[in-house]
């Protein structure tokens, strides 16, 4: 969820003694005091302010505030292309990271130079069906004919390609995660309430050790894996293929709303990286008294989050093998914000 000025970026440190990661911490300079700026306005402008101020997932941003609003206000809402909307962005994202979303110490791209014709029309119709242009079947076509192309989806070859590009390690455990999911929404919504930028900046939830995205959305449906960065992989893949599919034939539960009283509110949706939150509080002339958002970066890459927890005590190596595959693990994470790894060599435990 990337603030267009100033966005921020995330330092991992990682101790490696005996070519194990023995300690890991995660220094954020991802700025949670946005939401301040939402308030005084009134409330019809927060999704516009939203969709303006993140330059990564803005069409998943305007929808939770939308919902969030509408539930402050107490006023009927049209659902109508939400669901459209979503699943273009979330299959843009995942095409746009196919071509160029890894680290240096990664890889330059899965698709080859002849696949940049169809990617470039998948990209421009999704934009298209978030930004509300054109007739939405065609759109839709559009973007079914290029993952086609692309063979999205089609005897798993584009998941066979990625999988060969991902190290053959078992230094990554394929664990299950924690999933956050809609029966959560009222307790990080009260979270929210009660601890404001303390909780956007650290979410958790008691007992917890919360994932969301792609692995998280996927994981039931993944062959068996030695190797955690395979599995995150196939994820990712199978994400797309999903919503490519959920775009021709619908799809349910990529958003939800509520309210704990009146004139509060929260949206919820299942953006590219992850559920996303939006909270709004209303003063009685109907401006915004107060205003939450939580990413889903602020979950995976917590200090006591799921990234950390696959990272503790694996065998990585030292020197330049150890840099590049904690840097594949953070990017199979996806975070929404640029991220190094700094690597220390200690003495042998």
């Known amino acids: 969820m990337t603030i267009e000025a100033g966005s921020g970026a995330l330092t991992i440190k990682a101790a490696v003694s005996d070519g194990h990661v023995r300690a ?3 220094l954020s ?20 302010l939203a969709g303006r101020l993140f330059s990564l997932c803005g069409y998943s941003h305007t929808i939770a505030s939308r919902l969030a609003v509408a539930t402050s206000m107490n ?57 509300g242009n054109g007739d939405p079947s065609a759109l839709v076509n559009r ?16 998941r066979d390609r990625a999988l060969t590009m991902v190290p053959s390690e078992q230094a990554f455990l ?9 029966d959560d929404d009222e307790q990080v919504t009260l979270s929210l309430e009660f601890q404001r930028e303390a909780f956007a900046q650290l979410p958790y939830l008691p007992d917890r050790c919360v994932e969301t995205g792609a692995f998280a959305r996927c994981h039931d449906r993944l062959a068996t894996h030695g190797s955690g960065l395979a599995a995150r992989m196939e994820a990712r893949i199978r994400d797309l293929e999903q919503a490519i599919a959920d ?28 559920r996303l939150y939006h909270w709004v509080k209303l003063d009685e002339a109907g401006l915004i008294a107060d205003y939450g958002i939580v990413a889903p970066t602020e979950w995976n890459f917590h200090p006591a989050g799921p990234f950390v927890a696959g990272l503790l005590g694996a065998k990585v190596g030292s020197a330049a093998t150890a840099q590049r595959l904690i840097a594949w693990l953070a990017a199979m994470f996806d975070p929404c914000v640029p991220f190094r790894v700094a690597l220390a060599e200690t003495d042998n435990a």
């Not at 240096?104 to 119709?125: F, H, M, Q, W, Y």
């Open 143 to 158: 973007v079914l004919n290029g993952a086609k192309a692309l063979e999205i989806g089609r005897s798993s070859r584009l």
């Open 247 to 274: 775009l021709e034939n619908g799809a349910d539960g990529l958003f939800s709303t509520g309210s704990l009283q009146a004139g509060q509110g929260y949206g919820a949706v299942e953006s590219p990286r992850g």
């Open 29 to 48: 300079t991802r700025p949670v005091s946005v939401s301040r700026l939402f308030v005084g306005r009134p409330a019809r402008e927060a999704p516009v």
């Open 174 to 182: 394929p664990i299950s995660p924690d999933v956050l999911t809609e």
């Open 24 to 26: 890991a911490k995660i």
């Open 75 to 131: 006023a009927d809402l049209s659902h109508q292309g939400f669901a459209l909307g979503l699943l273009a962005e979330r299959i843009g994202d995942s095409v746009r990271a196919l071509v160029m979303g890894w680290p240096e110490a990664c890889i330059a791209g899965l698709l080859s130079p002849e696949e940049i014709v169809p990617v470039r029309d998948v990209l421009a119709a999704c934009r298209d069906l978030t930004a």
